[in-house]
């Protein structure tokens, strides 16, 4: 609850400075750490889109559902 917290003052603060189709309107929290390693980034450290969007398909398809709050998950 504090990091959740914590980052939606951060995107209130972010989206005060943006025009209103800019906005950052929904935010997903993870617990798992994205590295190489795991899959979902290149070895440049370049997020493999549809490796994340396959991995996190039923949690991004729930988001999208919701208020906009993702939980942090493991």
Do not use: C, W
């Not at 889109?49 to 999208?64: G, M, P, T």
């Amino acid at each position: 609850p504090e990091v959740m917290a914590k980052m939606m003052r951060q995107v209130g603060h972010t989206n005060a400075k943006l025009a209103k189709y800019e906005r950052v309107r929904k935010i997903l929290l993870i617990a798992q750490e994205m590295t190489p390693e795991s899959g979902l980034l290149t070895p440049s450290l370049k997020i493999k889109r549809r490796v994340v969007d396959e991995v996190f398909k039923d949690r991004i398809n729930a988001l999208y559902r919701s208020n906009g709050v993702g939980k942090i998950e493991d």
